[in-house]
């Protein structure tokens, strides 16, 4: 099993940025590929970023050049934000899938964007 908490969220301006932070425990071991999904009011969950164990990032394209997916050393994920958009409002969620195709996710942390 592997636990997620989600951090860094916040109220920003337009143009502004964030660091979203996701801290794991438990069986980080078994773990390939992380990420960060995002559920606006009245939408679907959606992709935001990925990153494997070897280092290959994946970006949804309306966060391309904007946001950037990186991990530390240990067991932490993070998701750094720039030039924020309030189209960018959302409730972002870290998860991570392990070889064995489970998925855990995080409880999320909301994101703002307004002026």
């Known amino acids: 099993q592997v636990q997620l908490v989600e951090s860094g969220g916040g109220l920003v301006r337009p143009g502004g940025s964030l660091r979203l932070s996701c801290a794991a425990s438990g069986s980080i071991f078994s773990i390939y590929s992380r990420g960060w999904y995002r559920q606006a009011p009245g939408k679907e969950r959606e992709f935001v970023a990925s990153?494997?164990?070897?280092?290959?990032t994946n970006y949804v394209d309306s966060v391309k050049g904007r946001f950037t997916i990186h991990r530390d050393g240990g067991n932490t994920l993070y998701l750094q934000m720039s030039s924020l958009k309030p189209e960018d409002t959302a409730v972002y969620y870290c998860?991570?899938?392990?070889?064995?195709?489970?998925?855990?996710w995080g409880q999320g942390t909301q994101v703002t964007v307004s002026s």
């Open positions: 990153i494997t164990n070897g280092g290959i």
């Open positions: 998860k991570y899938m392990d070889f064995g195709n489970s998925d855990y």
